[in-house]
């Protein structure tokens, strides 16, 4: 099981992503778009990944907002979703 510091990393992870894709979870969870348990289940999600590195190199390697998670994301079609795609 994940420990403290697999959860913060894959939090950050998820809020990254989900920002890079023009998605602003706070806002959605605001609009009532995304509840609080559904945020777990994306971060718990993450931390089933067993390559966060990926990801890590691929957001840091994008400039502003794109328009797509990478179809590895165990997240992509909750991002999606919520950007209204």
Same mark, same amino acid.
């Given at each position: 099981m994940p420990g403290a510091k697999d959860f913060k990393r894959?939090? =950050?992870l998820v809020d990254s992503m989900a920002t890079t894709v023009g998605v602003d979870l706070e806002e959605q969870m605001m609009r009532g778009r995304l509840s609080f348990a559904a945020l777990e289940d994306a971060v718990l999600a993450c931390t089933g990944c067993h390559?966060? =590195?990926d990801c890590e190199?691929?957001?840091a390697t994008? &400039? =502003?907002t794109v328009a797509a998670a990478p179809s590895y994301c165990r997240n992509a &079609?909750?991002?999606r979703q919520l950007s209204g795609g």
């Open positions: 894959h939090a =950050g390559k966060p =590195g190199h691929w957001l994008r &400039d =502003g &079609d909750l991002f």
